[in-house]
């Protein structure tokens, strides 16, 4: 095992601990406040509708890879194709508010 290898391992540690104190600790300082646990809640479950959304939209017919692996794949371009949109019109609709006020 050369320096390489330990350096590979310990950037592995610490991306791991990163990921794990990025939800961690403001899961934890949520328990204080409930309302923002909920608020996260709504768009948890807005996030697995649109993937469900795309899911069910997308086809599983692909060339060199799995049926399953084709339809989750379908599903993300398709959430993508949903959040894109969803941001511009928020955009838009933002800009344009600015304008009236």
């Known amino acids: 095992m050369d320096i390489i290898d330990v350096g590979l391992f310990l950037s592995y540690v610490l991306i791991v601990l990163s990921a794990l104190a990025a939800i961690l600790i403001p899961l934890a300082q949520s328990f204080g406040d409930p309302q923002s646990l909920v608020k996260s809640g709504i ?3 807005i996030l697995v509708v649109v993937f469900l ?3 069910i939209a997308a086809d599983s017919s692909s060339a060199g890879t799995t049926e399953a692996t084709s339809k989750l794949v379908g599903a993300g371009i398709i959430s993508m194709y949903i959040f894109f ?3 511009v019109i928020g955009i838009v609709y933002t800009e344009i508010s ?4």
């Not at 600015?98 to 006020?101: F, M």
Request: hydrophobic share 55%.
């Open 98 to 101: 600015k304008l009236i006020k």
């Open 85 to 87: 949109f969803l941001a």
């Open 53 to 55: 959304i795309g899911y």
């Open 43 to 45: 768009g948890l479950g």
